[in-house]
């Protein structure tokens, strides 16, 4: 994979190439030709073309998206945002469906066997497993769309997921960068892994996860989260919680279920859903305590809809951790956030014909892009905006 830190500098992008460029072959030419000319103003024109090209998968501005007024459940404000174009994202497979229906597996880094044809012998294990190691194998004929924050339970340790990315049809194995969010377990509760399938990562978890990438950071965010739940729980429900480690076991609980119920539960989830459906919504901007503090968008409102049961239970358990400290939505400070997609310094990351990821750091928050290079694409598939 091939990376590109782009920075800014006076009026330009000025990328600078590390590694492997001749990965980009739509970038190199470009850099070659600036190289040639013998104008120096000329050459930066094209450096800052190059860099442009590079972080965008389509204009983005404050006139692309619409941030309506918000729908509340407690001190959780969800705003709808419509689109002025979307995209067809029907060839894109989730990770839900494609471990229910058996075309994607997951196993421990060193204990995989490679890919085995039919009639071929099975190769020995390799190595041993490892903490931020996953592998994965897409057998199936569609494109698979991994979110960052998406949970993978199982094996020795449970992860959560710390990049978007595309795995194309019938490939494997792939290195899955993941984070474990089960500090204290290195035993295996389960030879087989599955997604956690109505949970994702709440902001404040996924956070380290994407910007940091710093597994002690997503440990120490994991404790404080299932500490604040026990907290919010008191009494004889806390102590059931208390001592368990697993993030995912803690927002499984049957205590945690009933304070996340008083949300709406299910029913909220999806009358919130139709909602976002009838306005024709693909995204959200999400605001705890008249606080906002996230964004997540897509190519398409049928992408927010198969996401939308997790993404919902993420902001409620951000909601449900961050205790209730008054404050109201504001739909102008909604709207302010969104505006601002880009930022002083971008950071590229390319599959070539697959996927390009733009990580992009402005003044107290990031942005993550996620561009298919797929053919017929090249258009962001989802984009998230966290505050930091």
């Known amino acids: 994979m091939t990376r590109f830190p782009c920075f800014r500098l006076q009026a330009f992008n000025i ?26 103003g000329l050459a930066v024109l094209c450096l800052s073309l190059l860099a442009t090209a590079a972080c965008k998968g389509g204009p983005i501005d404050e006139d692309a998206y619409k941030v309506e007024p918000a729908i ?13 174009r979307t995209h067809d994202t029907s060839q894109l497979m989730t990770l839900d469906e494609g471990i229910r229906s058996g075309q994607v597996t997951v196993t421990e880094a060193g204990e995989e066997r490679g890919l085995v044809r039919p009639g071929q012998p099975i190769p020995p294990r390799q190595g041993g497993a490892e903490v931020n190691r996953l592998v994965l194998y897409n057998n199936s004929n569609h494109p698979l769309l991994l979110l960052a924050g998406e949970i993978v339970t199982g094996g020795k340790q449970d992860r959560v997921i710390g990049a978007d990315r595309i795995v194309l049809p019938s490939s494997g ?13 290195w035993v295996a509760s389960s030879s087989k892994f599955g997604s956690m399938g109505t949970q994702m990562a709440q902001p404040s978890v996924r956070t380290p996860a994407m910007a940091e990438r710093d597994q002690s950071r997503v440990w120490e965010n994991v404790r404080a989260s299932n500490a604040n739940v026990a907290k919010s729980l008191g009494g004889a429900d806390a102590a059931s919680v208390a001592g368990v480690t697993s993030y995912a076991k803690v927002f499984a609980s049957a205590p945690v279920e009933k304070i996340v119920g008083s949300y709406g ?13 009838a ?16 964004a997540d968008l897509f190519a398409s ?26 404050g109201s939505a504001d739909l102008k400070e909604a709207e302010l956030y969104l505006n601002n997609l880009r930022g002083g310094r971008e950071v ?15 003044d107290g928050y990031r942005v993550f892009e996620l561009i298919s290079l797929l053919p017929k694409t ?11």
């Open 72 to 84: 509340v459940r407690g001190n959780l404000a969800i705003f709808p945002v419509i689109a002025s």
């Open 348 to 362: 590229v990351e390319t599959e070539p014909d697959v996927y390009r990821r733009c990580d992009i750091t402005g």
């Open 301 to 326: 409102a049928e992408l927010l809809s198969k996401y939308w049961p997790k993404l919902m239970r993420s902001y409620v358990a951000e909601a449900v951790t961050s205790g209730r400290s008054g």
């Open 173 to 185: 194995p792939i290195d899955l960068g993941v984070f474990c969010v089960e500090p204290g377990r």
């Open 265 to 277: 539960g299910e029913e909220s989830e999806q009358a919130i859903l139709r909602q976002l459906r």
């Open 279 to 294: 306005r024709g919504a693909v995204g959200v901007v999400v605001a705890v305590n008249g606080r906002v503090l996230w």
């Open 378 to 388: 090249g258009f962001n598939v989802h984009i998230t905006k966290i505050r930091q």
């Open 15 to 40: 990328c600078s190439p590390q590694g492997r460029m001749g990965n980009s072959p739509s970038a190199l030419p470009l850099f070659h030709r600036s190289a040639r000319r013998a104008k120096m």
